[in-house]
């Protein structure tokens, strides 16, 4: 919504970048409403004091207000991990968000802490281990657990890709094995 390192010329700086951003950028605020409309966002990285953002926020609240008296829901639009500790900046979104302040007494302890949790989700997100046997992954594994995905590696190389082998060389190629 602001911009890429990979395009420094559409990065939102000034002031007047934040002015021309609705008729730069429509389409990613867009998709930013569509998203509070329709599931729970995950709000991360993000200080919430940016006025746009607030602008489009504040849009959808208005609608799913008008809406409510159709059946329109009132429930947080999202939940905010905080790492300012700003309790302003909470009773602001007050309603709109579940805002999680991180522990810690400064922001890099906020920060670091916010690190692990994320970490963890990463962690916990997936069971998929489509990669265990690709070579691009091999430096995650340890030493023994290595050599294991390389000798698996080299069977899949030699067996044949129909017949009675076909399955187990599928199979190990689920798990990443060229």
Same mark, same amino acid.
């Given at each position: 919504?602001?911009?890429?390192?990979?395009?420094? /010329?559409?990065?939102?700086?000034?002031?007047?970048?934040?002015?021309?951003?609705?008729?730069?950028?429509?389409?990613?605020? /867009?998709?930013?409403?569509?998203? *509070?409309? +329709?599931?729970?966002?995950?709000?991360?990285? +993000?200080?919430? +004091?940016?006025?746009?953002?607030?602008?489009?926020?504040?849009?959808?609240?208005? =609608? #799913?207000?008008?809406?409510?008296?159709?059946?329109?829901?009132? /429930?947080?639009?999202? +939940?905010?991990?905080?790492?300012?500790?700003?309790?302003?900046?909470? #009773?602001? =979104?007050?309603?709109?968000?579940?805002?999680?302040?991180?522990?810690?007494?400064?922001?890099?302890?906020?920060?670091?802490? *916010?690190?692990?949790?994320?970490?963890?989700?990463?962690?916990?997100?997936?069971?998929?281990?489509?990669?265990?046997?690709?070579?691009?992954?091999?430096?995650?594994?340890?030493?023994?657990?290595?050599?294991?995905?390389?000798?698996?590696?080299? *069977?899949?190389? #030699?067996?044949?890709?129909?017949?009675?082998? /076909?399955?187990?060389?599928?199979?190990?190629?689920? =798990?990443?094995?060229?």
């Amino acid at each position: 919504m602001h911009g890429s390192v990979d395009e420094p /010329a559409s990065i939102v700086l000034t002031r007047a970048d934040f002015a021309g951003y609705d008729g730069a950028s429509r389409p990613a605020g /867009a998709v930013l409403q569509a998203v *509070l409309l +329709t599931t729970h966002l995950l709000v991360v990285g +993000t200080s919430m +004091t940016d006025d746009n953002v607030l602008r489009l926020v504040h849009e959808v609240v208005q =609608y #799913r207000k008008r809406s409510k008296k159709k059946g329109g829901q009132d /429930a947080p639009l999202g +939940t905010v991990l905080d790492v300012s500790g700003s309790t302003l900046r909470r #009773r602001l =979104y007050e309603g709109m968000f579940r805002w999680c302040a991180l522990p810690g007494a400064s922001v890099f302890e906020r920060a670091l802490n *916010l690190e692990v949790f994320l970490d963890c989700v990463a962690m916990y997100a997936s069971d998929n281990l489509t990669w265990l046997l690709d070579v691009r992954f091999a430096d995650l594994l340890d030493e023994e657990t290595s050599a294991l995905a390389e000798d698996l590696r080299s *069977l899949v190389a #030699r067996m044949p890709s129909t017949g009675e082998w /076909a399955e187990v060389r599928a199979a190990l190629q689920a =798990y990443g094995a060229a």
